[in-house]
């Protein structure tokens, strides 16, 4: 399993960016997908997570400090998931890191088994 990222960079507070997340080595559907989120010197946090049923039907969630600003969504024919940000705050600068898991691990960031690198997000105050 491998996952790259792609997005990120500094913006000015109430802008908007988009993170990409390209995987390979599982079938779309059949991994949970996240976004997490990491501050220098503090433990990773859940931002965002989308899975999948049998019937291809999408569930998600957000952290409440995310929720209505940012949106996560998937790309089955490029096997990516996407997270758009809006209205950006200081509060949100950190690393983002997409990560995946073959089972459910939701908001509990260390059931997730792959990570990609994580690009910076810098949000001036």
């Known amino acids: 399993v491998h996952l790259v990222e792609s997005g990120g960079g500094l913006v000015q507070a109430g802008g908007s960016l988009g993170l990409a997340c390209a995987a390979s080595?599982?079938?779309?559907?059949?991994?949970?997908r996240g976004w997490l989120h990491q501050v220098t010197g503090k433990e990773r946090e859940f931002v965002a997570t989308?899975?999948?049923?049998?019937?291809?039907?999408?569930?998600?969630d957000y952290a409440d400090s995310v929720k209505d600003r940012f949106t996560i969504s998937g790309a089955n024919a490029k096997n990516t998931v996407y997270l758009s940000m809006t209205s950006l705050k200081p509060e949100d600068t950190a690393v983002y890191l997409c990560?995946?898991?073959?089972?459910?691990?939701?908001?509990?960031?260390?059931?997730?088994?792959?990570w990609g690198q994580g690009p910076p997000i810098t949000v001036p105050s």
């Open positions: 080595g599982f079938t779309f559907r059949s991994y949970t």
């Open positions: 990560a995946a898991d073959p089972g459910s691990a939701g908001r509990r960031v260390v059931h997730y088994s792959y």
């Open positions: 989308i899975t999948w049923n049998r019937r291809s039907e999408s569930s998600i």
